[in-house]
C-alpha cells in the first residue's frame, strides 16, 4: 500500500484542456513536493509546498497543499503536449526519507 | 540538467554478477540518495547519506550496499544480481533542505 495514493493513475486529454492530478494521504506531512518525469529521465522537482492551504503557481501550473497537510493537487490549465510526463508526489516521512506516490501519466495529445 | 552525474547510464548484466552504480552530487551539496524505481514498485527510496555517513535508510536489500567518499560521490554495489533487480536507479542529491535533485538514472537490466 502506497503511502501517498495518486489519481487518476492515467489521463489523456486534448491539448488546450484543463486537468486535475490528486495525490492523498491518511499521514501529515511537513512539506510535499511535486515532480515531472519524463521516459528514461530523472524527476524533475516542479515545486515544493510547505504550509496547510498555500497554492503555488508555476505558469499555467497551479499547486495547492490540503488545510491538514494530508493531500494536494496540480491542476494545469490549457495543457499542451509539452505537459506529457509522469507526475510524482512525495512527501517526507520522517528520517529524511521521501515517500513517492506511484505517479499518474498524462498524455496531452496535439 | 539537475547537476547530478550518474554512470553508466546504460548496464547490462548476467544474474549473479555484481555491478557498482556511481554518482556525483551537485556541487555543495552533502547528502546524497539512492532510488530504485521499477514498473511494479515506482519510486523507492533505497539509502541515504550526509557527508560521508549513513544517514537514514529504506528498503534496501542486504545484497545491496552504498557507501559516500570524502570527495562526496557515492556508489551503489549490487551483488548476486537477480532478473527482478532489472530496474531504474537513480541518485539525488541536496543541500541542507532535504529536498532531491534527481541525475538521469542508470537502467540496470540483468538477464
Known amino acids: 500500500t502506497q503511502l501517498l495514493e495518486q489519481s487518476p493513475q492515467f489521463l489523456s486529454i486534448q491539448e488546450g484542456e484543463n486537468l486535475t492530478v490528486y495525490c492523498n494521504s491518511s499521514?501529515?506531512?511537513?512539506?510535499l513536493q511535486w515532480y515531472r518525469q519524463e521516459p528514461g529521465e530523472g524527476p524533475v522537482l516542479l515545486v515544493t509546498?510547505?504550509?496547510?492551504?498555500e497554492v503555488k503557481k508555476l505558469k499555467r501550473l497551479t499547486f495547492q497543499f490540503g488545510d491538514a497537510r494530508k493531500d494536494s493537487s496540480l491542476h494545469i490549465t490549457a495543457a499542451q503536449p509539452g505537459d506529457t510526463g509522469l507526475y510524482l508526489c512525495?512527501?517526507?516521512?520522517?528520517?529524511?526519507?521521501?515517500?513517492f506516490g506511484a505517479g499518474t501519466t498524462v498524455t496531452v495529445r496535439a | 540538467d539537475s547537476g547530478v552525474t550518474q554512470t553508466p547510464k546504460h548496464l547490462i548484466t548476467a544474474t549473479g554478477q555484481r555491478v557498482t552504480l556511481r554518482c556525483s552530487p551537485r556541487s555543495g551539496d552533502l547528502s546524497v540518495y539512492w532510488y530504485q524505481q521499477s514498473l511494479d514498485q515506482g519510486l523507492q527510496f533505497l539509502i541515504q547519506y550526509y557527508n560521508g555517513e549513513e544517514r537514514a535508510k529504506g528498503n534496501i536489500l542486504e545484497r545491496f550496499s552504498a557507501q559516500q567518499f570524502p570527495d562526496l560521490h557515492s556508489e551503489l554495489n549490487l551483488s548476486s544480481l537477480e532478473l527482478g533487480d532489472s530496474a531504474l536507479y537513480f541518485c539525488?542529491?541536496?543541500?541542507?533542505?532535504?529536498?532531491?535533485?534527481f541525475g538521469q538514472g542508470t537502467r540496470l537490466t540483468v538477464v
Open positions: 539525488a542529491s541536496s543541500f541542507t533542505d532535504r529536498v532531491p535533485f
Open positions: 512525495a512527501g517526507e516521512v520522517g528520517d529524511y526519507k521521501l515517500s
Open positions: 499521514s501529515v506531512f511537513s512539506s
Open positions: 509546498v510547505v504550509t496547510g492551504g
